[in-house]
């Protein structure tokens, strides 16, 4: 019957220090699990920071110039609009 050795309190607040600072190996694969996916993801910032933003104010030039030439042109030949409409209605 050999009595087992108590760990010291010393040995304790060591392994307490220690804990949080270093992972337990078994959790090393599950966190280059998780940065395999995130570099996966597709990088969207240049996209969503510059091409949208860009399509978005070329697009509003765009209608904007739209709106008036269809100003214009129903100042200019009244009904036109409507006639426009209709075709596209009829087709």
């Given at each position: ?42 990088d969207t910032t240049m996209l969503d920071s510059v091409v949208l933003p860009a399509i978005a104010s070329v ?33």
């Amino acid at each position: 019957n050999r009595k087992q050795r108590e760990p010291s309190e010393e040995s304790e607040e060591y392994d307490s220090h220690y804990v949080d600072e270093y992972p337990h190996p078994s959790s090393i694969p599950d966190k280059m699990q998780n940065l395999q996916i995130e570099e996966e993801l597709p990088d969207t910032t240049m996209l969503d920071s510059v091409v949208l933003p860009a399509i978005a104010s070329v697009a509003r030039i765009a209608l904007s110039a739209l709106q008036r030439a269809f100003t214009e042109a129903e100042r200019i030949i009244p009904g036109v609009s409507l006639e426009l409409v209709n075709e596209i209605v009829d087709s």
